[in-house]
């Protein structure tokens, strides 16, 4: 059992930046693939990118590429989101979560099997 804890989240005005955590325990993270996601109120949760660590690959969507970065760290067990160049439309409540390997696909939410609580960004105009 993976357990996910997000942390980092806050609130910024337009063009500032964040930097969100993830921090696992109960499984390394390299055995799995790290996924962020985003759920602004009454809206669907949505994918913004995944961390593998066979090849050290990224992929984030064009919605929030070249402003967003995933990077991580094996030893610590930790997995971050860097968000710059923020946008009132980036405000959400942004989620870890880990997914085993072998699924057909990574950017959906059911792909996943643990997630964290999340953590809330607000970003202001």
């Known amino acids: 059992q993976v357990q996910l804890v997000e942390s980092g989240g806050g609130s910024v005005q337009a063009g500032g930046s964040l930097r969100l955590s993830c921090a696992a325990s109960g499984g390394a993270v390299r055995r799995y693939v790290m996924g962020w996601f985003r759920q602004a109120p009454g809206k669907d949760r949505d994918f913004v990118g995944t961390?593998?660590?066979?090849?050290?690959?990224?992929y984030l969507p064009y919605s929030v590429e070249g402003r967003f970065t995933i990077s991580g760290d094996n030893a610590k067990n930790m997995v971050y989101l860097q968000m710059n160049s923020l946008e009132p439309e980036d405000t959400a409540v942004y989620y870890c979560?880990?997914?085993?390997?072998?699924?057909?696909?990574?950017?959906?939410?059911?792909?996943?099997?643990?997630w964290g609580q999340g953590t809330q960004v607000t970003v202001s105009s």
């Open positions: 979560a880990a997914a085993s390997f072998g699924r057909s696909g990574y950017t959906q939410p059911s792909s996943y099997d643990y």
């Open positions: 961390i593998r660590w066979t090849g050290y690959s990224t």
